[in-house]
């Protein structure tokens, strides 16, 4: 079997539309993964998790056997690029797990055979790239690693894979022209770095993204304390005024990269990295001031509350990080009774959404569904909206 691409940690919500997205593109794709519960799902042409547009290009690429599913290592060998796109976490200290990419690299070293080109897809500390590449020379492997890095948004990657620009970088002139050809499969709009710069730009892509949601929260927060409905002064300070237009509306921020890649920046640099680590503050600290409020305006403890929402974001499955859960576990402490419900989200514990309106009292909206907007939530209940989603206002 030879195969033109191979992606390591391909059934991961990275890994797997990359590799549909490249089969449909007339490579001959291994998608290898360790996963095997995943396997057995997407061999039946099922995605194990929601992604727009991505179960009918599975089963398009399952049938014209452009996409070869393998839990066997050996795959490696049989391939000319290797792409990785395991997941990259920090602990629960929030630092980096520095060593996973190059410990994968280790335990597949003997697969891997000369003049394959290797790209780092994960999201990379600053350094790894080119700490990859010196492994390989010292093991005497002539593989070209590069780097270039995913920045699609979770749940729209199969469209984005080919609208967005793509960063590639390469240690060496090699690599990089591989790199560059490999990718402008999906786009033209190639945008070449330095693997340490690269490395830089994918982290700094997710920090300003959270910093921003954490200005919002922030200025959600002043304005609430103030009496006033962020609302309000949202839409008089973004109305027709193009400077404002990238404020994000408050909300939740979490999920599996925004967090985590704030803090593996703030890491590369001795954790100096004071608006990184207020953005941490601020989001992480959105649950605990909702339940703040909640203390302070009800009698909470005879209170049933429901979180209408578990996912990390609108409109997937993915509950990886979500804040959701913290609100959960603060509620379970404070209030009579918790429901949660999410309709993406299958847990034997949670209940309908029109089920937990009825038995709440207090109704929190942590993620804005789009489904939820034929929600009916009477005004018995005491709705919580720091999204103002129902449009009614988001004062708490
Ligand atoms: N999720 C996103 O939207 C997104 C966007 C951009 C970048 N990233 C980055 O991409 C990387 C992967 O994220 P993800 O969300 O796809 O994670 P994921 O957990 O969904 O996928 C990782 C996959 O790798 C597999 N895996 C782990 N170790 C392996 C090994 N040794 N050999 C083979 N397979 C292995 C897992 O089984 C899993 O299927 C992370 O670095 C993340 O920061 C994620």
Known sequence: MHYDICVVGGFGHVGLPLSLVFA??????????????????IA??????????????????????????????????????????????????????????????????????????????????????????????????????????????????????????????????????????????LTDDIVVLEPTEAEYAKLFTNAWRYIKFSAANQFFMLTNEAGIDFAKVYKGLTHNYKRALDLPFSGLAAGPCLFKDTAQLSASNNHEFALGRAAVQVNEGMPFYIVKKLRQNHDVKNKTVGILGMAFKADIDDTRDSLSYKLKDLLEFEAKQVYCSDPYVN???????????????????????????????????????VWNFFGNGSLI
Do not use: W
């Open 24 to 41: 449909d593109r007339g490579m001959k794709v291994c998608a290898f993964d360790i996963n095997e519960q995943s396997n057995a799902i």
């Open 347 to 385: 847990n034997p514990d949670f209940i309908s959404a029109d089920e937990l309106v009825n038995k709440s009292d207090i109704v929190i909206l942590a993620t804005p569904h789009k489904a939820y907007k034929q929600l009916q939530i009477g005004k018995d209940k005491e709705l919580i909206d």
């Open 44 to 185: 039946k042409g099922e995605m194990p998790f929601f992604e727009d547009g991505a179960e009918p290009l599975l089963k398009k690429v399952l049938k014209n056997k452009s996409l070869t599913l393998s839990l066997d290592a050996s795959s490696i060998s049989d391939s000319d690029v290797i792409i990785v796109t395991i997941g990259t976490p920090v602990d629960s200290h929030s630092s980096p797990e520095l060593n996973v990419l190059e410990k994968a690299i280790h335990k597949y070293l003997s697969y891997f055979r000369d003049d394959q080109l290797l790209v780092l897809r994960s999201t990379a500390y600053p350094g790894t790239t080119t700490k990859i590449q010196k492994f390989f020379d010292k093991h005497d492997k002539n593989v070209d690693v590069s780097f270039c890095p995913e920045r699609i948004v979770q749940g729209h990657a199969v469209k984005e894979l080919s609208e967005l620009p793509q960063i590639v970088s390469s240690v060496n002139k090699k690599g990089l022209e591989k790199a560059k050809k490999l990718f402008g499969l």
